[in-house]
């Protein structure tokens, strides 16, 4: 059971050269978003999906291509997919969700867009910028769409250069807790 977790760590490891594109690594980035989290004693599968919410950046471009069946290049397909297949929902759902709960941010809280990074700004116009009101009403309907937007809010938080963050074994007891079971 626990053999998926230490191939995430395989990745991880493997990955962990991988630029973000905001002063930090992707691991790192998803460490720092796990500390808030932690930080703010939420439960274990929202912990659990911090870590992994950009996992579908360590899945591509891997030799064996674990991504494949998503090639669409949307990261948190790629990974939702996967995870999906090894973690309950309340893990996979929020990871699949981080970016739509960016749209949705920006139209329900008019201070949230001026805390977005540049690169965090110019990927909103690709992703079809704020939801309007149609959007707002659909995404709260969605399943786990609160933790979606939590999670939004430590991704944002995990851009820290230099902060320093336990390794990602640190969060094995939330992943573990959080598999299918
Ligand atoms: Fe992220």
Redesign the pocket.
């Known amino acids: 059971m626990s053999e998926i977790i230490d191939r995430i760590f395989d990745i991880w490891q493997r990955q962990s050269h991988l630029d973000?594109g905001e002063a930090v690594t992707?691991v790192e980035?998803?460490l720092q978003?796990a500390v808030f989290a932690e930080r703010d004693g939420v439960h274990d599968t929202l912990i659990a999906a911090t870590v992994l919410?950009?996992i579908g950046h360590l899945l591509h471009g891997l030799p064996e291509d674990i991504a494949e069946q998503g090639v669409d290049g949307l990261h948190e397909e790629v990974g939702a997919n996967w995870l999906a297949q090894h973690f309950v929902a309340a893990v996979s759902e929020p990871a699949r969700l981080?970016v739509p709960a960016k749209r949705y941010l920006c139209a329900v809280e008019p201070t949230y867009f001026d805390t977005l990074s540049p690169s965090s700004v110019q990927s909103l116009k690709l992703q079809g910028g704020p939801f309007n009101d149609d959007e707002v009403a659909d995404f709260e309907r969605l399943d786990h769409w609160q933790d979606a937007v939590q999670l939004r809010r430590y991704?944002d938080m995990?851009k820290v250069p230099g902060m320093v963050t336990p390794e990602v074994q640190h969060y094995r007891p939330q992943l573990v807790a959080s598999l299918i079971p």
């Open positions: 973000y992707t980035h998803m978003g919410h950009d981080h991704d995990g």
